[in-house]
């Protein structure tokens, strides 16, 4: 099996894959993918995708596996298998998560990865009315420095690359600040059906609450906002503000994860980011 480092030349063909496999085609999310990390596929006889996966590298000690597509027609002939090998031969030595669905958790398992937890995916129009002042405020350019400064503290890993590309996105960002301070922040961005929140950073479940009431009031249409199970009580309160769990995938890592500080992680960017 031939495995390739795929260039943006070969978006369409990765949207094609996704659009296969009756997963949204999230034009953006792919470009924002080809921008901050490296993407490989496997093509046919006719030149075209038969699969792909993409590799996000955050410093020498995380990676996050996302996106592994197999076209139908090429189902059973172990491409997701060859591409995840790939990747974490890639990405050694360094621990490599991501979200599995359901369809995939058992490829995944076979080839080394442990369960970590449940994520749970909330959609939904948010109908919380805002009774105060908001809490947060817009960042300006100047909070980049200090942005990135706060997330490797809370993620233990450098995730600047991805930032700086994720904010030159974003739809909006905002901070959370304390006696001058930047502690916390979360982004969002625009998808086909609807506006991501996340990552969401912040130094209790209040202030989560306000980055995220904040956001979703600016936001047209339905919003998304991913939360591992141990968000319990922030469940519920999305629950009142109208959003529903739509589906599931599970949290998997193949190594250690690394060390931070989560109980300050609310929400990941999304599946594909970590």
């Given at each position: 099996m031939h495995i390739e480092r795929l260039t943006p030349n070969d978006l369409a063909g990765c949207v094609g894959l996704a659009v296969d496999r009756d997963w949204q085609p999230e034009e953006p999310k792919w470009r924002l993918l080809f921008g901050v990390g490296d993407a490989y596929g496997v093509r046919d006889e006719q030149g075209g995708l038969a699969g792909c996966a993409v590799l996000t590298r955050y410093g020498p000690s995380a990676a996050v596996l996302s996106n592994l597509l197999v076209a139908r027609r090429h189902e059973r002939q172990g491409i997701g298998a060859g591409l995840v090998r790939h990747v974490l031969a890639a990405a050694a030595p360094a621990t490599t998560l991501l979200y599995?669905?359901?369809?995939?958790?058992?490829?995944?398992?076979?080839?080394?990865?442990?369960?970590?937890?449940?994520?749970?995916?909330?959609?939904?129009?948010?109908?919380?009315?805002?009774?105060?002042?908001?809490?947060?405020?817009?960042?300006?350019?100047?909070?980049?420095?200090?942005?990135?400064?706060?997330?490797?503290?809370?993620?233990?890993?450098?995730?600047?690359?991805?930032?700086?590309?994720?904010?030159?996105?974003?739809?909006?960002?905002?901070?959370?600040?304390?006696?001058?301070?930047?502690?916390?922040?979360?982004?969002?961005?625009?998808?086909?059906?609807?506006?991501?929140?996340?990552?969401?950073?912040?130094?209790?479940?209040?202030?989560?609450?306000?980055?995220?009431?904040?956001?979703?009031?600016?936001?047209?249409?339905?919003?998304r906002i991913d939360l591992l199970d141990d968000q319990r009580n922030l469940g519920e309160w999305l629950t009142g503000c109208g959003l529903a769990t739509v589906y599931q995938a599970t949290f998997m890592r193949h190594g250690s994860i690394p060390e931070g500080r989560p109980a300050q992680m609310f929400a990941p960017v999304g599946h594909a980011l970590g």
């Open positions: 599995a669905t359901t369809e995939g958790r058992e490829l995944y398992r076979r080839l080394g990865f442990e369960d970590v937890r449940t994520a749970n995916v909330w959609v939904g129009r948010f109908g919380l009315v805002r009774v105060d002042s908001p809490r947060s405020r817009p960042a300006i350019s100047a909070d980049l420095g200090p942005i990135v400064k706060l997330d490797s503290e809370v993620y233990g890993v450098d995730r600047a690359h991805m930032l700086a590309r994720l904010f030159s996105a974003a739809e909006q960002v905002r901070v959370l600040e304390e006696d001058g301070e930047i502690v916390g922040y979360a982004t969002r961005y625009a998808s086909d059906d609807w506006q991501a929140i996340g990552p969401v950073v912040a130094p209790d479940e209040d202030g989560a609450q306000a980055l995220i009431t904040d956001l979703a009031e600016g936001a047209e249409g339905p919003v």
